[in-house]
């Protein structure tokens, strides 16, 4: 499985990012996907997901800031990032689980490299 990442960058406290997560139609349509971040020194942590009936789950942190989506025309995952945090910097990952079994991030099997945002 291959999951590229893609949008990251530096931002001043308050800007935009947009990430966008490429992959297989295969991958796309066959499994469920979410976004993933770790900072320095803390452990990875969830961010947003999209669940199998399609609704979307966001981390308390992000909520109304970040936005989750897909591109069925791209075969695509992407995240909106909105009024940006310094608490925000890290390295972001998007991930793929198979659909109902998407309860921890032990449950998501395949992983891209990661694009960082700092804030």
């Known amino acids: 499985v291959q999951l590229v990442e893609s949008g990251g960058g530096s931002v001043q406290a308050g800007g935009s990012l947009r990430l966008s997560c490429a992959t297989s139609?295969?991958?796309?349509?066959?499994?469920?996907m979410g976004w993933f971040r770790q900072a320095p020194e803390k452990e990875r942590e969830g961010v947003a997901a999209?669940?199998?009936?399609?609704?979307?789950i966001y981390a308390n942190s992000v909520k109304g800031r970040f936005t989750i989506s897909k591109d069925n025309a791209k075969n695509t995952l992407n995240l909106q990032m909105n009024s940006l945090k310094p608490e925000d910097t890290a390295m972001y990952y998007c991930a793929t689980c198979w659909c109902g079994f998407c309860t921890q991030i032990s449950d998501y099997n395949d992983w891209g490299q990661g694009t960082q945002v700092t804030v």
């Open positions: 139609r295969f991958t796309y349509t066959s499994t469920c």
């Open positions: 999209i669940d199998s009936d399609g609704s979307r």
